[in-house]
Structures are given as structure tokens and as C-alpha cells.
């Protein structure tokens, strides 16, 4: 079978945890398994890292991690799966990659499912697993997000607690920017990003 699976939501709610529970049940199922993530996330080199919030609430501290091969370009992607064929592939921050990622993977899923030489049976398994935020911090749909999720077969959306009122006005469903730049991508952690509720979010005030 073919299949696609999202993961989303904002910062700080959880998406990577989710993934590496998935791919690790994929690994004691003895799949071969393929772990990326995009090269300009900068913050971990080859691992995906899921964070929970510390007891007291003040910070995050790492909780599982994962190896995960970091890709720079369409032909990179393309190279690895041709060498590794995957059975599984797990896609850590996947809004970071462009919008090839689109095209490369619904044509993967496609080569895929096509029938064997016999007619008789799709020519191979496959199982995308994609975690990424859904909306920027300006609240908008972050690409290649919103193809992807068109795409799935199932979209899980986490929610994290509110940095500022505590869960009290409402589960955090956005990302909140606190200073840096106008740049939709800016990689950073709990110094640059909160997670907020509808109530509390405000459209950074960025020149
Ligand atoms: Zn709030």
C-alpha cells in the first residue's frame, strides 16, 4: 500500500515526538526506513530532536531523537531513495523544503502503486510520514504544507500549550515570532518562537 501522512500544527506542539513514534514502530516492523530532514535547519545536524516542556514549565529539554539524514536538493532526495529504496520515509520540518517536494513525492507515490510487469500488484510498498508547521507566524498557510496535506491520506493536528495564558483561553494553534526578522523562515527555538492560542497570538511587529 501507498500512503501518505501528515503531521502538523504550531512550534512546541509535539509533531516530532509524534513522528518518531510512528517511524519507530515502522523499524520494529523491520522496514527499511529512510529519515530526512531539510540541510537548513541548522539547529541539530543529523537527528531529529523531540522536546517536551519541563516540569515547572519554564523551557523544553530533549526527550527522543532519531538519526535523520539532512537534504539539501531534489537530486540529493532523489539519489538516496534510488539507493536506500525505502519502504518508509520520515520527513522532519518538511515546510523547510521547497516546493519540489510536492511534485517528487506524488510522483514517487505513483511509481510506487503503478501495477508489476504482471498487472498484478502495485510494484512496492511505501509509507510518507510528513511533520511540519502548518501556518507561519503570520499566521499564513506554509508551503509546500498545504499541497502536502491535500495529498495525505490522514492529517493529525496537534496543538501545544500557550505560552502566555496557560491553556486558559484556548489550545495554541499558532506560532508566535518574538523579534529577528520579516523572514518567514528563520530558524530558531523557545529564544525566537512561542506557541499561542487564538486569543493571545499577535502578527509580529517586524520591519
Ligand atoms: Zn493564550
Redesign the pocket.
Known amino acids: 500500500m501507498v500512503r501518505l501522512e501528515v503531521i502538523t500544527g504550531p512550534m512546541f506542539s509535539g509533531k516530532s515526538e509524534e513522528l518518531i513514534k510512528r517511524l519507530r514502530k515502522a523499524q520494529h516492523g523491520q522496514k527499511r526506513i529512510l529519515v530526512i530532514k531539510p540541510k537548513t535547519d541548522k539547529r541539530t545536524e543529523n537527528k531529529i530532536i523531540a522536546r517536551q516542556q519541563k516540569a515547572e514549565g519554564l523551557g523544553f529539554e530533549p526527550h527522543d531523537e532519531l538519526e535523520a539524514i539532512p537534504i539539501g536538493s531534489e537530486e540529493e532526495l532523489r539519489n538516496l531513495i534510488i539507493e536506500k529504496r525505502p519502504e518508509v520515509v520520515g520527513i522532519d520540518e518538511a515546510q523547510l523544503f521547497g516546493n519540489w517536494i510536492v511534485d517528487f513525492l506524488e510522483l514517487l507515490m505513483k511509481m510506487r502503486a503503478a501495477p508489476n510487469h504482471a498487472g498484478e500488484a502495485p510494484r512496492g510498498e511505501l509509507l510518507i510520514i510528513a511533520a511540519g508547521l502548518d501556518l507561519d507566524a503570520w499566521r499564513k498557510p506554509f508551503d509546500p504544507m498545504p499541497a502536502l496535506m491535500a495529498m495525505a491520506d490522514e492529517i493529525r493536528k496537534e496543538a501545544a500549550v500557550?505560552f502566555?495564558?496557560h491553556g486558559?483561553?484556548?489550545p495554541?494553534v499558532y506560532t508566535q515570532k518574538k523579534g529577528g526578522t520579516s523572514e518567514r523562515i528563520e530558524i530558531g527555538d523557545a529564544e525566537l518562537y512561542e506557541a499561542?492560542?487564538r486569543?493571545?497570538h499577535k502578527i509580529p511587529d517586524i520591519e
Open positions: 500557550c502566555v495564558c486558559k483561553f484556548g495554541a499561542r492560542c486569543t493571545c
